[in-house]
């Protein structure tokens, strides 16, 4: 049973920050890339960044871009998504996910095999 467990999400003023992580269970991801995905209210899921399964590789949404980091710890099975700057458009639930077939990096949905359930980000203006 592979469980992926969010965490980390809350209410926060805008140009604020949150670090969201992501553990798993059931087996390790040290060979997997690892995503976020995000869906805002009313809209579809959408990419948010991704990292490779050494952690040495980046890919993010322009959205986001130079104020999210994506990093990984593979001993404690771990993916942290820390987001400064924080927009009010930047509200939604924050999934991570799980791409045990790749080791680079995946912005696809489809390329997902295990998902999170998701933390809820609310940012105020």
């Known amino acids: 049973q592979v469980t992926l467990v969010e965490s980390g999400g809350g209410l926060v003023q805008a140009g604020g920050s949150l670090r969201l992580s992501c553990t798993a269970s059931?087996?390790?991801?040290?060979?997997?890339?690892m995503g976020w995905f995000r869906q805002a209210p009313g809209k579809e899921r959408e990419f948010v960044g991704g990292?490779?399964?050494?952690?040495?590789?980046?890919q993010y949404a322009d959205s986001v871009k130079d104020r999210f980091i994506i990093f990984k710890d593979n001993a404690k099975n771990t993916v942290y998504l820390q987001m400064n700057s924080l927009k009010p458009e930047d509200t939604a639930v924050y999934y991570c996910?799980?791409?045990?077939?790749?080791?680079?990096?995946?912005?696809?949905?489809?390329?997902?095999?295990?998902w999170g359930e998701g933390t809820l980000v609310t940012v105020s203006s």
């Open positions: 990292i490779s399964a050494s952690g040495g590789s980046t």
């Open positions: 996910a799980v791409a045990r077939r790749l080791y680079s990096v995946s912005a696809s949905e489809r390329d997902m095999d295990y």
């Open positions: 059931g087996r390790s991801f040290s060979r997997a890339a």
